[in-house]
């Protein structure tokens, strides 16, 4: 059982290695071809779509993936299904609401079509993904792994391709990326359909257990689409507030911080089933709680050290030279990714023994603690000074994990 946990582990790990160096590609290969201020654009417009593609995560894995892990064959695909039509609902509403946000918000009408197009992927992005919960639920993430990387794999094939010819625009993007879901929806459907159908599992959903599911997932959901908004409103802000140049250059620059923040979660998520989720006593918790916290800040010094005197080399090398302002923004946010690391260890104390609602008041708080801080900041100052509200949310995210850890 325990080298079938570190099996999972590595292909999770080695999926996660992989879509960081893709991305570290992806974006020197879409930033040289379409320049500062139309990479900028880009990013802008992922970054909305991702806000409003956090409404998908309305039946989490927190919700979803305990009671898969638990259920019967009669119960099973009942509960993939159920997520999977509610999770189709709120993409819809999701897509919606995010059309009606450019209409209102976007003056430029040429980002408010690529809004438009891009925002497809949240309609399938967010509902197949609860294949990867069941596969998580028996410790087999390995097709999924394979997928995400031979994904990734022809996503850059497609831009080097695209790059030579010297054609990678908005509608070629637009391609791209609404192909890459649309492959993975249907490879994801054909590895559950083929797993259920092994199990002899009855085809069938109850109304019942989707409005169950609802008013389970809503106190799990708030929290993620909280977090997701923290994540990405000081893109939003810059966009709005500065130049399109100092714009691109930021946007490009926190590319390289995301990458080291999704190391920082998917290491908290593969350690925390063996330190912390196993138990139920209070004391051995918070023992191993600590242990992540001490593993996590080893982790984020190491990252942000590395980060920090290596961004000099590496900026100009993935976005060209045409970014190199990008480097302080960039060395900035990886001292910051510090903050991160030791947050996601105490968040996994913080779900484990506190559960949704202390999760939903951090990000509440740390929301209404950032953001006026973000705005002012980059109203007076500029782009790069948006990371005062990101540091000064991951302060508090900081001190509320661990008065809650030292708590009881």
Not at 63 to 88: C, G, H, Q, Y
Not at 176 to 183: A, K, N, S, T
Not at 261 to 272: E, G, T
Request: one cysteine or more; glycine letters at 4%.
């Amino acid at each position: 059982m325990k080298f079938k946990i570190l099996k999972n582990i590595f292909w999770l790990l080695a999926e996660r290695f992989v879509q960081v160096i893709a991305t570290f590609i992806i974006s020197g290969l879409i930033s040289r071809q379409l320049g500062v201020a139309e990479y900028g654009d880009f990013q802008y417009i992922l970054s909305v779509i991702l806000i409003f593609s956090a409404a998908g995560l309305i039946c989490s894995a927190e919700v979803l993936l305990p009671k898969v892990t638990l259920a019967s064959k009669e119960e099973l695909n009942d509960l993939i299904l159920s997520s999977f039509i509610l999770r189709l609902i709120a993409a819809f509403v999701a897509y919606f609401l995010m059309i009606l946000y450019g209409n209102f918000y976007f003056e430029n009408e040429k980002l408010f079509y690529l809004l438009c197009i891009l925002g497809i992927t949240i309609l399938f992005r967010e509902p197949f993904a609860v294949v990867l919960i069941y596969f998580q639920s028996i410790t087999f993430s390995k097709p999924i792994a394979l997928t995400s990387i031979a994904l990734s794999t022809f996503k850059i094939l497609i831009l080097l391709i695209g790059f030579n010819e010297k054609i990678i625009d908005f509608k070629f993007l637009c391609v791209i990326w609404i192909l890459e879901v649309l492959i993975s929806s249907v490879i994801y459907s054909y590895l559950y359909f083929n797993e259920i159908n092994k199990l002899e599992v009855v085809q069938k959903v109850k109304l019942k257990n989707i409005l169950k599911l609802w008013k389970e997932g809503f106190m799990y959901w708030m929290p993620l689409v909280l977090m997701t908004f923290f994540w990405r409103i000081d893109r939003i802000l810059v966009k709005n507030i500065v130049s399109e140049h100092d714009a691109g250059i930021y946007l490009a620059g926190m590319q390289l911080f995301d990458a080291v923040v999704s190391i920082a979660l998917i290491i908290s998520v593969s350690l925390a089933p063996s330190l912390i989720y196993q138990y139920s006593d209070e004391i051995k918790i918070k023992v191993n709680s600590f242990k992540l916290v001490f593993f996590m800040t080893m982790a984020g010094i190491i990252c942000a050290f590395i980060g920090y005197f290596f961004s000099p080399y590496l900026v100009p090398r993935v976005f060209g030279a045409a970014f190199i302002e990008a480097v302080p923004i960039v060395q900035t946010a990886l001292c910051l990714s510090l903050l991160v690391f030791v947050d996601a260890a105490l968040t996994v104390n913080l779900i484990k023994r506190l559960g949704a609602y202390y999760a939903f008041k951090k990000w509440i708080s740390i929301i209404f603690i950032a953001v006026p801080i973000e705005y002012f900041a980059v109203t007076l100052w500029g782009g790069q000074a948006a990371h005062l509200g990101i540091a000064a949310g991951y302060c508090f995210a900081l001190i509320f994990g661990f008065y809650q850890l030292n708590k009881s």
